[in-house]
């Protein structure tokens, strides 16, 4: 296996994408996505941890550079790359850029297909990497749900909340303080970032996106953060099996086959359009 393992986090957005990174993001950035928030707290809660000094864990090194497009108006969107990024020199130490879709598809191990339960529309990015042999880290949302059901519950990484619950918890009056009070790693990962850990030349600089996840967090990113956490460890220790990781993403490619676009005109053909599909024998 390789000594880094390469993630992709993929918002599989309304709209178009821009696929200049390994974080790939929506061109309206307006709202502070889970598609940042997530794997932030994540790496952060990892370098609180320890989990780089001797002996003090099992996280494996992974590559995961941010980029992409947002309006010039959005703050958190901004802010929120630019925080990735800093965690990405300071954990990962090495960022990559200018990687087209081309690239990062064939060479990515994982794929974070990380949105709220019920949220979002289904995408295609997220099959293009399975069929490469991305194993999907994701919640029950979109195509990950016909993900799993072709390729196996074991061969994907499922995580957070379904979206009945997503549901229930905000008909409750979702309380994120509630999260933070209850989880001390993912307390003491903002009050990390917020104090300025990975921002040393200005302490204040993420301050406010912290302060977001406090008071409104409307994708829930503290509510799934545990479940996050452990899907990460989870993967972490699949990426130690080299036969164990080459078998599941093997499984993932020969699987997903059901997504073909050919499969998809002959339904539609056959149940919507109401014409015939495939070769007319020659009159």
């Known amino acids: 296996m390789g000594e880094w393992l390469y993630r992709v986090v993929q918002r599989p957005a309304q709209g178009r994408t821009s696929q200049w990174g390994n974080l790939l993001l929506p061109r309206r950035g307006e709202d502070l996505h889970r598609e940042l928030a997530a794997p932030l707290q994540y790496r952060a809660a990892a370098w609180i941890a320890g989990v780089q000094a001797a002996g003090a864990g099992s996280l494996h090194p992974s590559h995961g550079p941010a980029g992409g497009c947002a309006t010039p108006t959005s703050f958190a969107a901004r802010s929120g790359l630019e925080a990735n990024n800093a965690l990405t020199f300071k954990l990962d130490h090495s960022v990559g850029a200018g990687h087209l879709a081309e690239t990062i598809v064939p060479a990515a191990d994982i794929s974070e297909q990380i949105s709220t339960a019920g949220l979002e529309a289904s995408g295609t990015g997220n099959m293009k990497f399975a069929l490469n042999g991305a194993i999907t880290v994701g919640t029950l949302d979109g195509a990950n749900v016909e993900i799993r059901e072709r390729v196996g519950e074991d061969n994907i990484v499922i995580f957070g909340m379904t979206a009945e619950e997503v549901l229930l918890e905000r008909a409750r009056g979702y309380q994120p ?56 460890r989870r993967v972490d220790g699949m990426w130690r099996d080299a036969y164990g990781w080459s078998r599941v993403a093997m499984l993932n490619t020969a699987n997903v086959g059901w997504f073909s676009s050919d499969r998809t005109i002959r339904e539609y053909a056959g149940d919507i359009w109401k014409v015939p599909c495939g070769l007319t024998p020659e009159a």
């Open 177 to 232: 303080m509630r999260f933070i009070e209850e989880n001390a790693m993912l307390r003491a990962t903002l009050d990390s970032i917020s104090a300025g850990t990975f921002s040393r030349d200005d302490r204040a600089r993420f301050a406010p996106l912290m302060e977001t996840l406090r008071t409104s967090d409307w994708f829930m990113v503290n509510a799934d953060f545990q479940s996050y956490w452990d899907a990460q």
